[in-house]
């Protein structure tokens, strides 16, 4: 199940998605395709749509219009405490029609989305439930599967799934708004706990007491390959750039600071792929962007490998706490670009080579200059990344490692 991967399994659908719904596509893909296993992926969209099956994988769409409506208004209005109950970011004209479609629910409050999730993995009949990510939903879902003794395997997705404070304060609320009982609960009553990268095991064993398989994330190689040819509109400013792609935020993805590092490089042209987030942060980065950096909010998932083939570097400013294995950084390396981290790259990049962890805004912004200026460096710091993805973004042998795990083989 992954409630938002709809847009990755189906390019019409122009929402944002990110590595957590890369991966559970993938994950299903594979597992359906190499085994021959019936698959179903559950997902949310507008309205309910038929079963469809999609790379041998069974696609089942969940009706969920006002949750997507209000996720859709993340980073073009701030929900406040009294009338009007909310202010306005950034103004277009879909706004005329979902604004006044949620003003009858009691201004914009959130529905809890668990019971009708639950409900219909309930009627899907599975034998086993595979859930991506820490989150409430995973919570609820664990506990009713356990009921109906039904497996379930969770798929960390990120460090932040971890936190500490999860185990020290039962009040404690993260900025997703998980809250520390249902991510204990999730990581504790899973039949299997699945995790990126030995770090987050050890963190997981060491705060939480729980055993986990390592997994890292699915790629597939082959179908990266065979897209990076054709063409993307992009503004005709940007022949060649670096790249930087997350949402709006100060705690994870860090944009401010990949700001900063470009505002140092007058020189280089940036893309920043931008995703919905908070909207004063959003508001901010557009108030503060600097001339040679080009946002842009949305590219469909089958355009990506153009995207990076086109790029001189990724560059990435996630925060150890919150970041896991970036799919990101997979698709960089596949391609043969070099990643800079501002102070964190995943394993087992920084060892492998194909990635730099530069420490401070400073370094970075003197790492970007290097591979902008120098072809030759560049280029053979992303060969290190592409020859370890050459061997290691094999989709079939990552779910022949999964079917081990889930015991289906």
């Not at 390019?11 to 021959?36: D, M, R």
């Not at 406040?80 to 409050?109: C, E, M, Q, Y």
């Not at 439930?129 to 995973?138: E, I, P």
């Not at 750039?241 to 860090?254: A, M």
């Amino acid at each position: 199940m992954s409630q938002n991967a709809l847009p990755v399994v189906d390019p019409t659908v122009q929402t944002h998605f990110g590595g957590l719904e890369t991966s559970a596509w993938l994950t299903a893909k594979g597992l359906a395709t190499t085994f021959n296993l019936d698959v179903t992926l559950l997902v949310r969209g507008f309205r309910k749509r038929p079963t469809t099956v999609i790379d041998n994988v069974r696609v089942h769409t969940q009706a969920a219009p006002l949750e997507l409506i209000r996720n859709s208004l993340e980073g073009k209005c701030q929900v406040t405490t009294n009338f009007p109950w909310l202010k306005l970011s950034h103004w277009d004209s879909s706004l005329l029609w979902k604004i006044p479609l949620l003003a009858g629910l009691r201004p914009f409050k959130q529905k809890d989305s668990c019971p009708e999730v639950v409900d219909e993995l309930v009627r899907l009949q599975q034998d086993i439930v595979c859930l991506f990510g820490v989150s409430n939903v995973a919570a609820t879902a664990i506990q009713a599967m356990q009921e109906r003794n039904e497996k379930t395997f969770l798929f960390i997705q990120s460090n932040g799934g971890l936190n500490q404070r999860f185990i020290t304060d039962d009040s404690y609320v993260d900025e997703y708004g998980l809250n520390a009982m249902d991510a204990r609960y999730a990581l504790k009553h899973a039949d299997q706990v699945i995790t990126q990268t030995r770090y987050q095991q050890n963190i997981l064993k060491e705060r939480f007491g729980v055993d986990s398989q390592v997994a890292g994330n699915p790629f597939d190689l082959d179908v990266w390959n065979s897209n990076v040819q054709g063409d993307i509109e992009l503004p005709a400013v940007l022949d060649r750039y670096v790249l930087w792609i997350g949402r709006s935020d100060r705690h994870h993805k860090r944009p401010l600071s990949f700001l900063e590092a470009a505002r140092r490089c007058p020189e280089v042209k940036f893309l920043m792929l931008l995703n919905h987030g908070d909207p004063n942060i959003r508001e901010e980065i557009e108030r503060h962007c600097p001339e040679n950096v080009t946002i842009i909010n949305h590219i469909s998932y089958a355009k990506m490998p153009l995207v990076f083939d086109r790029c001189e570097a990724l560059v990435v400013t996630g925060s150890v706490e919150f970041e896991g294995l970036p799919n990101v950084v997979l698709q960089a390396a596949a391609t043969g670009k070099p990643v800079l981290g501002l102070d964190y790259i995943p394993e087992p990049f920084e060892a492998v080579g194909g990635a730099i962890v530069s420490g401070s805004v400073e370094q970075l912004a003197v790492d970007i200059q290097r591979c902008w200026n120098d072809d030759k460096f560049a280029a053979e710091l992303g060969k290190k990344g592409q020859q370890y993805m050459s061997t290691h973004g094999n989709l079939p042998a990552y779910s022949k490692r999964i079917a081990e795990i889930l015991e289906v083989l």
